[in-house]
Nanobody, 115 residues
C-alpha cells in the first residue's frame, strides 16, 4: 500500500497551491479519502473529506470556501486545491485512506505560507 503526496512548497499569503495524492496497493474507489494537516507543536487536524464516489465532501470550518477536495477513481488520485492561503495554513499535509479495516497514511508534504 502506498499513498504519495506531492505539490507542497512555499507560497505567499493569498496564493494558491494544489496538492495531489497518488494511491496504490488497495481498492482506491471503495474508500473515503481525507486530507489532514499538522502544524508545528499542534495536533493533527482533519481538513477535508471526500466519499468513495466523490459525490460528497466536507471541510473544516477553517478552510471552507478556500479549499476544494476532489478525486479521480480512474487514476487513483485525490487532490486538494488550496486558495487564498494564510500563514495559519502552514503545516505538513497528509493524505489518508479510510474504510472498513482501512486506515492508510502518506508520508506528508510540507506547505509553507509566508511572505
Amino acid at each position: 500500500v502506498q499513498l504519495v503526496e506531492s505539490g507542497g512548497g512555499l507560497v505567499q499569503p493569498g496564493g494558491s497551491l494544489r496538492l495531489s495524492c497518488a494511491a496504490s496497493g488497495f481498492t482506491f474507489s471503495r474508500n473515503e479519502m481525507r486530507w489532514y494537516r499538522q502544524a508545528p507543536e499542534k495536533g493533527r487536524e482533519l481538513v477535508a473529506v471526500i466519499n468513495s464516489s466523490g459525490g460528497s465532501t466536507d471541510y473544516a470550518d477553517s478552510v471552507k470556501g478556500r479549499f476544494t477536495i476532489s478525486r479521480d477513481n480512474a487514476k487513483n488520485t485525490v487532490d486538494l486545491q488550496m486558495s487564498s492561503l494564510k500563514p495559519d495554513d502552514t503545516a505538513v499535509y497528509y493524505c489518508n485512506a479510510r474504510g472498513r479495516l482501512v486506515n492508510y497514511w502518506g508520508q506528508g508534504t510540507q506547505v509553507t505560507v509566508s511572505s
